[in-house]
């Protein structure tokens, strides 16, 4: 048996891993690497053998304060004195009351109720939940369809799988078993115009089925891991307006781009719009602790109960984990008093000038970037295994897929370290339209 005080023996960990346990997205029998992290501090990742990487994804956009950080550290031991767990039902306690606190203060008026959940995918499970029962609750039982647009990726529970793009999403396999809903085209990408012609077929959609659908779901102006496609605010203006001209509720999935990370404190103040269901969590506890929150208007929470006896039917066991509220709250806090704004401001401006140059390069389809988030678009699908071992060998920890190499930074990284980041993105990207040409 392995000893879990041991940590200098990285390669008898690597060996266990890849022998008996499954990676995000990775067979068993080729396994891609996985590389042993010792531990973090501020944007770097130190690996077992010594290496210390810049990282470059936030651990998958959570991490916007960096690693290790006395605050949140001090928040976490300071609730395990009094306790790590009580259940949700019939108890509650001041960590998840002071977290629903902020989340109502920090978002728009109409969202007044807070429901948490284990993780993001579970948030868009209860969102879809609370669409299809606030129509229940009012009677139009045969409303429990979705719409939504392509390129969209909002988890992989089922659920939120069969709002996932079709064909790209990764879940073709399920889609036999999966519920059939709407897909509208993919929003196009934002280069500062608008037609109409783009909201036609959405247009349609809606209107030809609007006694079956109960609720649109997007990724409000960025759709993250279905493509990292950046749009035109302009649709959340036509989306909020057509759900209120056809009866429908509006979801947005701010998983990923809550808390900053595209400029605005939530992506839909790029419109001034409002959902009527909203779901946070990723950077909502900084990568400390598993958390998301599914919010909604006072319209959909008391409608869900129109008949006297509804209740939302949903009730995880982890509901409202103290640890996690706590240091949510912590986060949340330390965010807003600091200069998050600025910083967010001065990463996408130096994302947008140092990835330019990857225009030129043959295997580089595109570059775009927005707030915090800087994305390379391949004209072929990269060579993960290669192209992790060199971006490794350069210092930072980029994970790329598809066609897609892209970084969403902590918001504390210094200019020279997102240099490093970009730098390797040159630099691999070149090797790489080297190794095919």
């Not at 990724?219 to 001209?245: K, S, T, W």
């Amino acid at each position: 048996m392995i000893d879990l005080k041991v940590s200098n023996t990285p390669e008898l960990w690597q060996q266990y891993d890849r022998k008996h346990i499954w990676h995000p997205y990775t067979s068993m029998l080729d396994p891609l690497p996985a590389y042993t992290v010792s531990s973090a501090q501020g944007v770097c990742l130190q690996l077992g053998d010594g290496r210390e990487l810049i990282d470059g994804m936030s651990s998958w956009w959570t991490a916007i304060h960096g690693y290790n950080h006395p605050r949140l550290n001090a928040a976490i031991k300071e609730q395990l004195n009094s306790m790590a767990h009580v259940m949700f039902g019939g108890l509650t306690h001041q960590p998840a009351i002071g977290l629903a606190e902020r989340l109502i203060e920090l978002t728009a008026d109409p969202l007044q109720h807070v429901f948490f959940c284990d993780s993001g995918s579970v948030s868009v499970e209860v969102a879809i939940k609370m669409a299809i029962q606030y129509w229940f609750a009012k009677g139009k039982t045969n409303k429990q369809r979705l719409l939504t647009v392509r390129g969209g990726y909002h988890g992989d529970t089922f659920g939120a799988m069969s709002v996932c793009d079709p064909v790209n999403g990764m879940h073709q396999m399920f889609t036999g078993v999966l519920a059939q809903h709407l897909f509208a085209p993919k929003p196009q990408r934002d280069d500062g115009t608008w037609d109409d012609r783009w909201i036609k077929e959405f247009k349609d959609l809606l209107a030809n089925n609007r006694d079956e659908i109960a609720a649109v779901i997007v990724e409000p102006i960025v759709q993250g891991a279905g493509g990292m496609n950046i749009y035109n605010a302009e649709y959340l203006r036509q989306f909020r307006h057509l759900c209120d001209e056809n009866d429908v509720l509006l979801i947005f999935d701010e998983i990923a781009t809550g808390f900053g990370r595209t400029g605005k404190l939530f992506a839909y103040e790029h419109a001034d719009v409002v959902p009527d269901i909203l779901c946070l969590g990723k950077a909502m506890t900084a990568g400390y602790m598993t958390l998301a929150a599914t919010l909604t208007s006072t319209k959909v929470a008391q409608g869900i109960s129109a008949d006297g006896s509804g209740v939302l039917m949903h009730g995880p066991t982890f509901m409202g984990n103290p640890l996690a509220c706590r240091v949510g709250v912590e986060s949340i806090d330390l965010l807003l008093e600091s200069p998050w704004q600025q910083q967010v401001l001065a990463i996408e401006k130096q994302l947008l000038q140092e990835l330019e140059p990857c225009k030129d390069l043959p295997v580089v389809a595109d570059v775009r970037s927005i707030g915090a988030i800087g994305v390379v678009e391949t004209t072929i699908p990269v060579k993960m295994p290669w192209m992790q071992e060199r971006f490794v060998e350069n210092g930072v920890w980029i994970r790329p897929f598809g066609k897609l190499v892209y970084i969403m930074p902590p918001y504390i990284i210094e200019p020279e370290q997102l240099s490093k980041l970009t730098g390797a993105i040159y630099k691999v990207l070149e090797e790489w339209s080297e190794r095919v040409a």
